[in-house]
């Protein structure tokens, strides 16, 4: 029986894709999918490679038929990393069903000795056996309807759903009227909700990523952009017109990925987040959204409103030879400290605090 011929692989920028690889990258998305994340879009890869110039697709092909496509950032070492690894919520390549691929292969082709990944999707079966660690991310799903969504709510987090309410309606009386704009087009809008996040993670201790130039300007031009298979959204809780809350996200056409929420911090007794997220699920699902994403991590809230989980991976793939030696030593070990924190409440408690101490000390 003959062994079947490995796929012919070269490398391009993001930039390079043909429409016509643009749009077989949407049907192969569509077809190996129920539920495609907008992360895993050649938009979202294309709108990395015009902020990231170390970012590449692997485009694969037998013949003239094109296989799919692997996107990736590679490093001048050969260390590779998922597209937008630190901000991006799905990860992984988009490939044909018959494509047979041996993943050592891949990494040749594409000069790398390492990809690292956190967030890998559950059917991605190459990378899978790569993977050290899984994790929950919390969704909602609304197959059928926001009205079924309402019954689960009232079954399984009634109470948290009766406080987001009646907080709906003390900032109504107190505030003034909440308007609801689910796709915002206002750019102060969105200056306004990166300027509160930002805040929120000097506040709390953590690395603020939109320190860093790149990924500022990518969410702006992921707020331009309004592709089927990804677009941005801006979601904004008003009370007589002051934004109260926020959330700047991504949508496909079934799948709505959150990202970057926030409110204002002068008005935390209300309680705005929960209030946005409500009306937030309410006109996804109305939009045609099948499922609602919250992402990886843990939060209370998430477990208020979710109806279930999918499962998302870390790891690394690596070549054997000293490149892939030489990432295991620069990124093992820290990923086994956040590994051991992650698995001991007292010590998850106490990193907490002490990020808590550092944020109240850069707050002064």
């Known amino acids: 029986m ?23 990258w949407g049907e192969l998305s569509t077809a190996t999918a129920d539920a495609v994340n907008p992360f895993m879009s050649a938009q979202f890869t294309r709108a990395m490679g015009q902020v990231r110039p170390d970012t590449r697709v692997a485009v694969l092909h037998r013949r003239r038929e094109r296989l799919g ?21 799905c990860q992984g390549a988009v490939l044909h069903p018959d494509a047979q691929l041996d993943p050592l292969h891949l990494m040749r082709a594409c000069s790398l000795n390492a990809w690292e990944f ?27 309807g926001f009205a079924r969504y309402e019954d689960h709510l009232r079954t ?40 509160w996040k930002s805040a929120h993670y000097r ?16 969410v702006d031009r992921l707020a331009h952009t309004t592709s089927p298979h990804c677009s941005g959204i801006l979601s904004v809780l008003y009370a007589a017109d002051r934004p109260v809350a926020a ?11 959150c990202w970057f929420p926030s409110y204002d911090r002068s008005l935390a007794t209300y309680s705005p987040g929960r209030v946005l997220y409500l009306r937030m699920i309410e ?40 490149g892939g030696t030489l990432h295991w030593l620069r990124s093992e070990p820290t990923r086994a400290a ?26 002064r």
């Open 2 to 24: 003959s062994t079947p011929r490995l796929p012919r692989i070269h490398v391009v920028h993001p930039d390079d894709l043909t429409p016509g690889d643009l749009e077989l």
């Open 283 to 322: 006109a996804a699902a109305a939009s045609g959204i099948r499922l609602f994403d919250f992402g990886r991590g843990d939060a209370a809230y998430k477990n208020s409103f979710k109806t279930g989980d999918l499962l998302v991976h870390e790891g690394a793939l690596r070549t054997t030879g000293p």
């Open 156 to 195: 399984h987090s009634r109470r948290f759903v009766k406080t987001a309410r009646a907080q709906e309606r003390r900032m109504n009386r107190q505030l003034g009227p909440l308007r609801y704009v689910h796709d915002e087009r206002n750019p102060e809008a969105l200056r306004t909700l990166l300027a």
């Open 69 to 89: 496509y692997f996107p990736y950032q590679r490093s001048r070492w050969g260390h590779g990393r998922a597209v937008g690894l630190g901000v991006s919520d």
């Open 247 to 257: 959330h700047f996200g991504l949508r496909s056409q079934t799948v709505f990925s």
């Open 338 to 363: 956040h590994r051991l924190v992650r698995d001991h409440p007292a010590l998850k408690r106490a990193a907490v605090r002490t990020l808590r101490a550092v944020g109240a000390v850069r707050s």
């Open 118 to 144: 956190n967030h890998l999707e559950s059917g991605q079966d190459l990378f899978l056996p790569y993977a050290t660690g899984q994790f929950a991310s919390p969704v909602v799903d609304l197959t059928h």
């Open 203 to 218: 506040r709390t201790g953590r690395r603020d990523p939109f320190a860093q130039p790149w990924i500022t300007e990518l």
